[in-house]
């Protein structure tokens, strides 16, 4: 797959990074800062799914203390990456772990993540593809594709004519460029996840107008 290959010698070389493994740690930090990212806020309570190896390692490789990281919006490099766990206890969020060793997975490191506040739940599964480079595949239920390496959008709407023409006004009028574009849905006429990825010019702008666009239930801006 396209999306997947190496982009520099640098994504073979692996990221400037807490470890000890790019694949388990770092990418680990990365999916976890992206469920924080596409969720928005802190969640009171987070259930990590831990999948092959990432079940059989997590606790030697930090894989646990590294998911939660990112949910705490840390990068793979900062310097409290192994406080992990008492600052997420500090800052209220629950978190418990169900590693699934002799379950299969389309990839062996795997990571689901039930995210919770309030009423609201999230669900993302996330892979670590090595070198410290992630995909997310699954969100709420639908089947996705985010590589997490340009600035990205995630819109979830109704599936009615004129949103794909609502949204593109919005980035021609900021002038933003998109390189990437899918759209998934449940059915005709139920709910649907745009995912755009963009350049990055006047994002912040084009964010808070299109959360005022009509049939959109949530949009969620990462970079």
Request: overall charge negative; proline content about 4%; hydrophobic content about 40%.
């Amino acid at each position: 797959m396209d999306n997947l290959r190496y982009r520099s010698v640098f994504d073979i070389i692996g990221p400037v990074m807490i470890g000890p493994s790019s694949s388990h740690t770092a990418g680990a930090a990365r999916i976890g800062k992206i469920v924080r990212s596409i969720f928005g806020e802190l969640p009171d309570k987070a259930e990590i799914h831990l999948y092959e190896s990432f079940a059989k390692t997590y606790k030697g490789h930090g894989t646990d203390v590294a998911l939660v990281a990112g949910l705490l919006d840390m990068d793979p490099d900062d310097k409290d990456l192994r406080n992990a766990p008492q600052l997420a206890y500090e800052q209220g969020m629950e978190v418990s772990y169900v590693p699934h060793k002799d379950d299969k997975a389309d990839h062996p490191n795997t990571a689901r993540l039930i995210v919770s506040k309030g009423d609201r739940t999230m669900t993302v599964t996330g892979i670590s593809i090595g070198g410290g480079l992630i995909q997310v595949t699954e969100l709420n239920g639908f089947d996705i594709s985010i590589s997490a390496g340009m600035p990205t959008f995630v819109l979830v709407h109704q599936d009615v004519p004129g949103i794909l023409f609502q949204v593109s006004n919005v980035l021609a009028k900021y002038d933003i460029n998109v390189a990437q574009m899918s759209v998934t849905r449940e059915a005709k006429g139920e709910k649907s996840i745009m995912i755009l990825e963009v350049d990055n010019n006047n994002v912040e702008e084009a964010y808070h107008e299109m959360k005022e666009l009509p049939r959109l239930f949530a949009v969620n801006f990462f970079q």
